[in-house]
């Protein structure tokens, strides 16, 4: 899989030791990147027509201890393209996470806090 080990290395070290990541895409990366990353996953997607319901579940996995967010394209699917698509879980990232890392084909988020009036402050983008 593709950029699992340097997702995975970007993850070891900006989060904390008792990690919980939230997978975003088609659950084919759960095990490499809890591998590698020695971390828990959660394997999520986000349903367009149900945003409030994808909203409220992505804040439940938070709530439950969720520190990252990570979509990865595989050799099976663009999965960075879908989630920008999906307009109003992706705004709802931007506006209320810190990103990590952005690149063409990954997408790191913290979500340990949440923003104060907006995102793309002062984050490092890839």
Do not use: C
């Not at 975003?24 to 971390?39: E, N």
């Not at 996995?61 to 099976?76: C, E, N």
């Not at 209320?96 to 890392?101: D, G, M």
């Not at 340990?112 to 009036?117: A, E, F, K, N």
């Amino acid at each position: 899989i593709p950029h699992a080990l340097e997702v995975a290395a970007i993850i070891k070290n900006n989060f904390p030791v008792n990690r919980f990541i939230i997978d975003y895409g088609t659950g084919l990366l759960s095990g490499p990147i809890a591998y590698y990353s020695h971390s828990k996953t959660y394997p999520f997607t986000a349903d367009e027509a149900m945003s409030k319901a994808t909203i409220a579940e992505f804040e439940r996995l938070r709530a439950l201890g969720a520190t990252t967010f990570v979509a990865i394209d595989t050799d099976y699917g663009r999965v960075v393209p879908g989630i920008k698509s999906k307009e109003k879980f992706w705004n709802y990232l931007l506006a209320n996470y810190k990103p990590i890392a952005i690149s063409d084909y990954y997408l790191i988020f913290e979500l340990r806090t949440q923003l104060s009036g907006g995102g793309n402050g002062d984050s490092a983008f890839i």
